[in-house]
Structures are given as C-alpha cells and as structure tokens.
C-alpha cells in the first residue's frame, strides 16, 4: 500500500508540499442559506457605494472547488499498492464554515475478489464507511464537513481503498491489482465562509480564491496603477494562484473567447472583487504606501494603494505574510532577508520538516522560487537532504531518492537505525527552472520477514537541518541565466498602448514576469512610447518592445510568421498563418542579458497554464502555455552534456588508481636514491 500526500500550492508557503491547486469562485453556484445570511446581490451596484468599515455585517460568501480545479484533470485512481490517498482542501485559515460537503463522484471494479472496504475521513476522523462485494459498481458519496475553523487552512481528506483476501498460507499472494477505485475529477468540495469574520491581512490573503478578481478604475490607467497591478499579479501566480482583472466602469471587459482565463464573469453579473488597486475611480482612497482591508457588501476586499505595489507584493510573500496582522498597513520597507552565506536552510525558503509513516511508497515535496537563494552570481549547486527512519522486521532496506524538477540527483539505500542519514545532490544547471520543486520519495519493498508477520508503515523523516549550498553560476544567455540575474533586480519595460488596455495585456504581462523570475519588490517599471526602441540598464523582460542595442538573432518573427535561420540556403523554419502564438527569446549577456516577447498573430496567447522555461533560449507558448523550448544558440545540447560529463572514476577507470600510486611511489623511491648519492658525494670530497 502507498500513502500519497496531496497539498495544493498555497500549502507550499506555509508546508511546502505539492502539487498546485485551483480553487474557483463560482458565485452562482450557492448553497441554502440559513435565514439569518444575507445572499450578495447578482450584480455589482456602484462601487463608491458599496464599501463598507470592516466591521460591517458579512454575507456568507459560496465557494466551490472541482478536483480538476485543484490539479486532478484525470481521475484519480486507487489499486494495489497505490491504496491510500490524502488530499487537502483548501479553506479560509481559523474561520468558521457553513454548509460544507464533499460530493464524490466514484465507481469501482473488482476483478480479484476479496472483502473489499472503501472509508473516507476528515481530518483524520471516519466520516463514511462501506463494504463493496459486486463486480463493478457506484462508489459515490455525499459527505458533510462539520464547519469548525481549520487554522491550517485546509481540510484533509484521506481515501482508503482495501480488499482481504483469504489466504491457504501466510506466503500465498494477497494482491488485488484487479480492485480498482476510480474518482473523476468532478467531484467537488462547496462550503460558505462569513465575510466578515476575517479581521486581518493575513487571513484574507489566505481567503482568496485561486481566481481573485482585481479591480482597477479604468481599462486606461496610469503607469502608477499598472506598476501596482503587475507587481499584485506575480505575487499571486508565485502563491499558485491566477488572477483576472475587471474595471470599476465595467469597461473593455473581454469575452472569454478573446482573453481566456482573464474573463470569467458569472451570468448573473461581474464579479466582485478581492483585490482593490485604490485610487481616483476606485471607489476609495488609501494613504499612500499603504494595505488595507475593506469590505464590499459584506465580502473582504483587499485594498493596495496605486504607490504600494512592491510593498503589498513583499508583504504577501512567504516569509512576511504572518506579518500582516492588521486591517491598515503603512508599508516603508520589506525585502528578503540577505544570505551572506554559502549555504541556505530549506526551512528558511519555506520548506516544513516532517515526519510521517511509509508502508511500500511515500513522497515529501518543497518548492522555492530561483529568485530566493540566486544572488551575487550565485545560485542552486548542491542539495543536502538529512533523513532519518525506523528500523523494520523486513531484510531490505528503505531506498531514498532526490527529486528536482523530476531529475533524479541522488539516492541512498539506508540502513535505519533511527539516526540522521545525508544524500549529497549536485544540481546540475539544467534541472534548474522559475519555480523548482524538491521531492524527496521514500520506497520500501513489502517484505514480511519471510511470511512470519504482515508489513505495517514504518516512521521516517526529513529532518530541519536538510540545506542548499550555492555555487557560482557561470553566466549564460539562456533562461536559467536571465532568472539568475533577476534576483537581484531588472526592468520590466512595455509600450504606452498597454496601459490603455490594461485588462487585457496585464494576465499576459504577470504570466511573463513570473515565468522567467522577475522580482515583483526589486525590480524597475518602465513603459515607453509606441515603436519606440528604448535603452534599458541591466537585465529586463521587454513585453511587446525591442530595446535599442539588441543584436540580430538568427529569429525573425513577423506578424503571422516565424522565421528561423539554418544554413545558408534553407532556413531551419519558416512557418507562416500563425495565431495566438507568442514567442519569448533571450538576448545578450552578463549584466546585459534579457528577454524580448513578441505576439505572432492578430490575437496574443491567453497562457492559461504555468509556463516552466529552463536551459532554452527561445520558448514558444500558446493558449495553454509553453509549447516548446529550444536552445538555438547550443542545439545539440552540448553545454549539458559537458556538464554531465562523468570524471575519470565515474567512467570506470577505478583501475588506475593503484598504477598511478603505484607509479608515484617508484618515482619517490629513486628521487630519495638520487639525493642519498649527492649527499654521500658530497660527503667525499
């Protein structure tokens, strides 16, 4: 049987456990209210009118999160081994719930008999138990979530999927792999929260959907405004979240079919907003450097001075959110602590020891931005894991491996006595993206001390002085290189017109500054006249813009085509009647490196998904995000293999170690002959 831990990516600030989650507000999909609630009108009356102090009565806001919308976009499925699945559902942090239920859609098959149980609990609790004896049936179920507050933010839900068999021996098989569950992705989590119970900034970050609305005066606004609204949109993608805009005036909205995910407004009307950028239009004012939180019609509103957003962006992040602790927040100064060492604590970027019991297979995952540990020309060089376990009656020992990005950097076969165990991971540079994830996965045979007793989970853990060393990073004009730069700053640079459809060219422009690490608290807004070729300093990401003194590159892109140069009489592509297609490539170098991003088409590509761009120089993305990455400049990918290059052991030639001391002694021995002669020369005379 396997354990599998499932956290939604808001858990990786607080737990650092994965994979993402999507939590979609679906504000015409309401549960019952109880008589004394208060239900949010379908649509949004005028904003100077509906803010409210933060005391002011809530209504009960509705939320409905899909298992596709938390990552599950096929059905998840339980069978031997994989018998055990946890999965953690999202809820505001310390309020109370009302109405909560899970609603599973499920089916099973069981080829292989057995009395088989299905039992599903809730923060550890049993909440529904049944036997299944046919051969195929309904497995779903309706369950109710008692509503107490969950300070975690998040309700656990564990799915455990068992079949016995009756057995003539105790070595006979007693493996079920013909028992299958299968939960589609349908099913769904719906509860209320009372919008008023949340008093702080730091509860109602936690609060927002993973699709928060922010609202801005105007489709046209000025670079003040725009420069908050990015700096707010690449803290909420680097909290797994994806925001959508919508204007106080209800003006240039876009249809889903032209912006995708940045227009989901319900039927009965636009959606409210979570987030507020403040200022003339707004419907508030706020003082300036300053994050507040208000109430719209009873529902939080988070409010963001149009001078605060590297402050808000830098309050919210992982190390400062629990610091938010007020309704009306003056924010002088917030930054990253500076690591003056070479090594840095993966509970410093986030990361939670833990421990946790392992049966056949179990995973714990972190995550880190590149941005938090690359600084100084140096970055990711060597991952050190501390472990621990408990010794087991099983003959085989537990195995464990380290994870990044899905590259596999090292294991151990462990030899759990109880005590600290170390794995030494190299990183190599291209395993290295925006965003990295660490996983470290513990595999166990089902081994029973030949048949004299029935294996049970045994306890491991990851321990706290688990760490990353950082080595210096050879510049590169890649991605990997420009997300090294960007740590310590850079320049975001986009064309005036771009301020005058905000709504629709900021979801591209966040998507882009979060894919390739640009720091939402250091670096420089820049926008600049229409066809304008500006000179930047320093790395940049230019959105729709070609700066002055970009060399030519073997890419041509034009309108509807792509051009890519090869030898001297054919070109490597050329692809013409392209849309909807955008293209992003890396130029220059050093101090001088950045990044150009150009539409191919009449139409932009919405980038509904993450980008994760790597050791490429040029990435072409498309509506559901990066569709290739190559590296022009190198490829063959001979700059990964150098690096992987084995060293003279690893390639076999153990053997010559011996010779080569061997050889060593010999040349001592006749040095020390030849000395004894000159000294007894010497003597002679």
């Excluded at 599950?72 to 081994?81: A, C, D, I, Q, S």
């Excluded at 912006?259 to 707004?282: E, F, K, M, N």
């Excluded at 050329?574 to 490539?585: A, I, K, S, T, W």
Aim: proline share 9%; charged share 20%.
């Amino acid at each position: 049987m396997k354990l599998s831990r499932v956290l939604p990516a808001a858990a990786l600030a607080a737990m650092c456990l994965l994979p993402p989650w999507v939590v979609a507000q679906q504000p015409t999909q309401q549960l019952p209210l109880r008589p004394a609630q208060r239900e949010a009108p379908a649509a949004t009356p005028p904003l100077t009118t509906v803010f409210r102090p933060v005391e002011s009565a809530g209504v009960w806001v509705p939320r409905t999160i899909t298992f596709a919308e938390l990552g599950f976009t096929e059905p998840v499925v339980l069978g031997y081994p994989d018998t055990i699945r946890e999965i953690y559902l999202p809820v505001p942090p310390g309020i109370d719930l009302s109405n909560a239920q899970l609603q599973l859609n499920a089916g099973y098959v069981r080829a292989d008999g057995g009395r088989t149980t299905l039992v599903y609990a809730v923060d550890g609790a049993p909440v529904h138990a049944v036997g299944l004896a046919a051969d195929r049936g309904d497995a779903s179920a309706t369950i109710a979530v008692d509503g107490k507050p969950r300070p975690s933010g998040f309700v656990r839900l564990n799915i455990d999927w068992r079949t016995a068999v009756a057995r003539d021996n105790t070595c006979a098989d007693a493996r079920t792999p013909g028992n299958i569950l299968r939960i589609e992705p349908t099913s769904k989590f719906v509860f209320q929260y009372d919008g008023s119970a949340i008093r702080d900034l730091t509860t109602a970050w936690g609060a927002l959907p993973a699709s928060p609305t922010i609202l801005l005066a105007s489709n046209k606004v000025s670079p003040e405004v725009y420069d908050t609204a990015w700096r707010v949109g690449v803290a909420l993608e680097r909290a797994g979240k994806r925001p959508q805009f919508r204007t106080a005036d209800g003006s240039a909205v876009p249809a889903p079919a032209a912006q995708g995910a940045a227009a989901t407004a319900a039927p009965s009307g636009p959606a409210l907003p979570d987030i507020v950028i403040a200022g003339p239009g707004s419907g508030q004012q706020v003082g300036s450097k300053e994050v507040r939180l208000g109430n719209m019609n009873g529902r939080p509103v988070i409010l963001v001075a149009p001078d605060a957003g590297a402050q808000a962006a830098g309050l919210f992040s992982q190390i400062w959110l629990q610091a938010a602790a007020g309704t009306a927040l003056t924010v002088n100064a917030v930054d990253q602590p500076k690591n003056d060492n070479d090594a840095v604590s993966l509970k410093y970027l986030g990361a939670k020891p833990a421990s946790f019991d392992v049966l056949a297979h179990a995973d714990w995952n972190a995550t880190f931005d590149i941005g938090s540990v690359a600084a100084d020309g140096k970055g990711p060089g060597t991952l050190v894991i501390d472990v621990a376990a408990s010794p087991s009656a099983a003959r085989t020992p537990p195995v464990v491996s380290v994870f990044m990005n899905d590259v596999l950097l090292g294991a151990k076969e462990m030899e759990a006595n109880g005590k600290r165990e170390r794995i030494i991971a190299p990183v190599p540079r291209y395993a290295l993206q925006t965003r990295n994830v660490i996983r470290v996965s513990f595999v166990r045979q089902l081994a029973s001390d030949r048949c004299r007793e029935t294996p049970e989970p045994y306890p491991v853990s990851v321990l706290a002085s688990s760490h990353l060393l950082l080595d210096k990073i050879e510049p590169s004009s890649d991605f990997t290189g420009l997300m090294a730069r960007f740590a310590s700053g850079g320049t975001l640079v986009v064309p005036a017109s771009h301020l005058n459809d905000a709504v629709t060219s900021l979801p591209r422009v966040i998507r882009l500054a979060a894919s390739t690490g640009l720091s939402p608290t250091k670096a420089k807004f820049q926008p600049v006249a229409d066809g304008s070729q500006p000179k930047v300093d320093g790395p940049y990401l230019a959105v729709d813009v070609m700066p002055a003194g970009v060399a030519d590159s073997d890419v041509k892109p034009e309108k509807d085509r792509l051009f890519l140069a090869g030898t001297k009489d054919r070109p490597l592509l050329d692809v013409r009647g392209l849309n909807r297609v955008g293209m992003l490539e890396v130029h220059g170098s050093g101090d001088t490196i950045g990044a150009v991003y150009r539409t191919l088409g009449d139409q932009p590509p919405s980038m509904e998904k993450p980008i994760m761009l790597s050791s490429g120089n040029l990435a072409i993305m498309g509506n559901n995000g990066l569709r290739t990455e190559v590296n022009t400049r190198d490829p063959s990918g001979q700059g990964v293999m150098k690096e992987a290059q084995p060293g003279l052991f690893e390639r076999g030639y153990w053997w010559l170690l011996p010779i080569v001391l061997l050889a060593l002694f010999i040349g001592l021995l006749v040095l020390a002959s030849r000395m004894r002669r000159r000294r007894a020369a010497t003597g002679d005379r």
